[in-house]
């Protein structure tokens, strides 16, 4: 290479962050001593606009032609970083970073040890550098159709947005209706409207939208491709209920041979029982009706008089449906797969299960729903009404014993279901409680008037039990709250007729077969990794796959919904750009080297190796190339390489750190 | 012997290991400062040649961090990782290079506290081996 390498090196102190545990200055002196150094400077904060034209500035002033930044991690900031270097006329692949804060000032307090470790990282960047070759990236176009998975409000508000902008939405949710568990809630915190209210007309509106494709009680079987062009394969679940013939008409529920309902109603949360034909709720969307081969007769045994097929005058009843698979092209996927309420049963102090009348709160909300159960009347199991209600917060919450984290919408919806059991039933409603989280628009103001409210009590502690043991008179045939009051100061005993365990979310229980399948991350806890906290909120580290909702951590309705927007937005960015530039980090052949061996052909995950036959070498698609440099490690004669990760690249930075 | 600082080159794939690195760091968890992070898009791409050449310029152990089996990026790039480090331990073995001194750890996106308990754990342990010696050193 007869140019000659003209490096400028930028150390960013980035604010206190770097600069208050390693020696930026020895740091940036150190380097201007490297070969091929022109510039070697500390700036405050490289990422500002100030920062970026520093490096620009020098550009032109110094000439130079590789540019190396030791800052943050290049998850974050290497585009920034690359976007200054090509805006000052350099190519930006001869650009490296250097993550000196996540790596080194972030994670060790000795200051010396982390100075001579950046000195070692960025010496390793500056002799890297120097071997990179300027790269043109590629560009791929999107697909604008676009797969959500999940019909949950989060699915239902990203679909409609998108679809009301002209995209194609195929939506999958695997429930035979949308709706999920908003659906499930009488009224919503902190305005008391009706959940069925805000949501049915959304749920409509995806029925009836040209734009929308819904497939409900559909899921995922397998993910290919990658932005822009991705292959997806959708199981449909046979319903064996035709869904071009049915039109909700409830006929075939009517005439079925169970004349009462016997299996429990999944969205009644089993408190009440439904027939093996069922409809899943009054304003399921799709209006269609569905069977459960589990309890039906004719599943279980051939021999049921099919009273269903008989009523139904259109024919739709099929019992010889098959699942089917279909197979969808689309550019960009949001996954809005929700949680899973905490399984109350795993804390058996509360007695959850084996104690009657105690409930988790999804169950409350069906049975003071007008169209619940027991159409919105609060009973006990002795047909009676509850004279007094202990509400159990954080269930599953804030515990070392199950999930540490805060569920963030339980203080609220106990609130909310204080209010309501007090209304339906007159009872004295008391909320055990560790600390009250309400910071939400009108939130503090809703707890306030709670706190007003005549005949809601708060006690600040963690229940200890719940128990049918009676110590006085009082207590006998009742349920007892034992829980240390914290703010009196002593152990108290409050008897209740009805106990509402405040479960929290957890992951849903696919969530690790999700996230391999979409090829993303879950944090520790296990719900989905985005991409950066604060910078990327929807994003994943797959570029095309975006958030929304509670797959990705607790939340409330207006944080889904807003979050489900801009997943929807995220995606149209992409989709109106019309195509995406990937990274150029494929892999070639060197013909002259190739011995013709085929043994990176057998390793490529993405059949994009083949065999030449005319001139005997591996050929590599880039088109279909990952950049993941498998093949470069296998190959014996070193013939393939890989751009951005070539061996003597890596090798100079080997040596570059050990020095 | 007693300030010896062992050298340990690690190889991090981009999607699971470097970002619970970068996760260790945003999380402020404080671990030994001997480790110097490689990055690589996959621990697949890691080349038998880059543990070799490491050991010969100076590194006193070498750390692969990849995705746990079955989370791999690129499908199964971890499974030739892994595949090529246990052959490599056994050719280093040969050379007498304790077999330590080349670790093959699967860290994902989330496990921050594992690269701070594998970083303090190989630094330990390859301090106790103490330092590499090359052919050069005994002539």
């Not at chain 1, 902008?165 to 035979?176: D, S, W």
């Not at chain 1, 509850?386 to 609220?412: A, L």
Request: hydrophobic share 40%.
């Amino acid at each position: 290479m007869s140019e000659e390498i003209r490096v400028g090196v930028y150390v960013c102190h980035c604010g206190s962050n770097i600069a208050g545990i390693i020696d930026v200055k020895s740091v940036a002196e150190e380097a201007s001593k490297y070969p091929n150094v022109v510039v070697s400077r500390e700036y405050k904060y490289m990422c500002s606009d100030p920062g970026q034209a520093l490096i620009q500035e020098d550009i032109k002033q110094h000439n130079l032609n590789r540019i190396v930044v030791a800052s943050c991690s290049p998850l974050l900031h290497e585009h920034t970083f690359r976007n200054a270097t090509e805006k000052g006329g350099v190519n930006p692949f001869l650009f490296q970073m250097v993550n000196l804060r996540e790596h080194d000032s972030w994670v060790h307090e000795d200051k010396e040890k982390a100075t001579k470790k950046a000195i070692a990282l960025v010496r390793a960047a500056v002799r890297r550098v120097a071997l990179h070759s300027a790269l043109e990236r590629k560009e791929v176009p999107i697909n604008p159709d676009v797969l959500i998975v999940g019909g949950g409000i989060a699915g239902i508000h990203a679909a409609l947005t998108l679809a009301n902008a002209g995209k194609l939405v195929y939506l999958v949710e695997k429930e035979p209706t949308i709706g999920g568990h908003m659906a499930k809630f009488d009224k919503t915190f902190p305005t008391l409207d009706c959940a069925a209210c805000i949501l049915t007309p959304k749920m409509t509106q995806v029925r009836a939208h040209p734009n929308i494709r819904l497939w409900s009680y559909s899921e995922v079987a397998g993910v290919d491709g990658f932005v822009g062009n991705f292959r997806v394969k959708v199981k449909r679940k046979p319903r064996y209920v035709d869904e071009e013939a049915c039109i909700g008409c409830l006929a075939c529920i009517e005439a079925c041979i169970y004349k009462e309902g016997k299996f429990p109603d999944e969205f009644n949360m089993g408190l009440s029982k439904r027939k093996p034909i069922y409809f899943p709720f009054p304003q399921a969307v799709p209006q269609l009706a569905v069977i459960d081969p589990e309890t039906c007769i004719e599943f279980k045994t051939g021999k049921c008089k099919k009273t269903c097929v008989a009523a139904c005058d259109r024919n739709a009843i099929d019992f010889t449906q098959k699942e089917t698979i279909e197979e969808i092209s689309v550019g960009t996927i949001i996954l809005a797969t929700g949680f899973k309420a905490f399984d109350a049963s795993r804390m058996p102090e509360y007695g959850y299960g084996t104690l009657s009348n105690v409930y988790t709160a999804l169950e409350i909300e069906r049975l003071v729903n007008s169209s619940g159960p027991t159409a919105g009347e609060v009973v006990l199991k002795n047909g009676q009404h509850p004279k007094s209600v202990g509400i159990i917060h954080c269930v599953g919450s804030r515990d070392e014993k199950t999930n540490k984290w805060c569920s963030r919408v339980c203080c609220m919806y106990s609130l909310k279901l204080a209010h309501l059991l007090r209304e339906h039933t007159g009872a004295e409603i008391y909320n055990f409680y560790i600390d009250m989280r309400a910071p939400g628009k009108g939130y503090e103001e809703f707890y306030d008037r709670l706190l007003q409210e005549d005949g809601t009590h708060f006690i600040r502690g963690r229940v200890a039990e719940v128990t049918d043991w009676a110590m006085t008179e009082e207590e006998e045939g009742r349920l007892v709250i034992r829980v240390e009051d914290t703010l009196a100061g002593f152990v108290r005993r409050i008897p209740c007729d009805m106990v509402v365990l405040s479960v929290g979310l957890e992951p849903t229980p696919d969530a690790q077969d999700v996230r391999r399948m979409f090829n993303i991350s879950c944090s520790t806890e296990g719900f989905f990794l985005e991409r950066h906290p604060k910078l990327a909120p929807v994003n994943t580290f797959t570029d095309g796959i975006f958030l929304a909702g509670t797959c990705q951590g607790p939340k409330d309705i207006p944080d889904t919904v807003a979050q489900a927007g801009a997943a929807a937005a995220e995606a149209l960015a992409l989709i109106d750009r019309g195509s995406i530039e990937l990274e150029p980090n494929t892999a070639y052949v060197v013909e002259d080297k190739c011995s013709g061996c085929h043994t990176c052909i057998a390793l490529c995950p993405y059949n994009a190796i083949s065999y030449d036959e005319e001139k005997k070498v591996a050929q590599i698609n880039e088109a279909l190339c990952k950049g993941c440099g498998t093949c470069v490690a296998a190959c014996p004669s070193s013939a393939i390489v890989q751009r951005l990760f070539e061996d003597a690249e890596i090798l100079e930075e080997i040596e570059g750190v050990l020095l | 012997m007693s300030d010896f600082e062992p050298k340990i080159v690690a190889f991090f794939c981009n999607w699971c290991t470097y970002t619970a690195a970068d996760l260790a760091g945003t999380s402020r968890m404080k671990y030994a400062p001997n480790i110097r992070v490689i990055r690589v898009m996959c621990s697949g791409r890691v080349d038998p040649q880059f543990v070799l050449e490491a050991f010969a310029k100076g590194a006193d152990g070498v750390l692969i961090g990849g995705c746990h089996p079955g989370d791999c990026h690129y499908q199964r790039g971890n499974y030739k990782a892994r595949r090529r480090i246990l052959m490599l331990q056994r050719v280093l073995e040969e050379f007498g290079i304790e077999k330590e001194r080349l670790r093959l750890e699967w860290i994902s996106a989330s496990e921050g506290d594992k690269v701070r308990k594998v970083a303090n754990d190989m630094t330990e342990q390859i301090a106790r081996l103490g330092p590499l010696r090359r052919g050069d050193e005994h002539g």
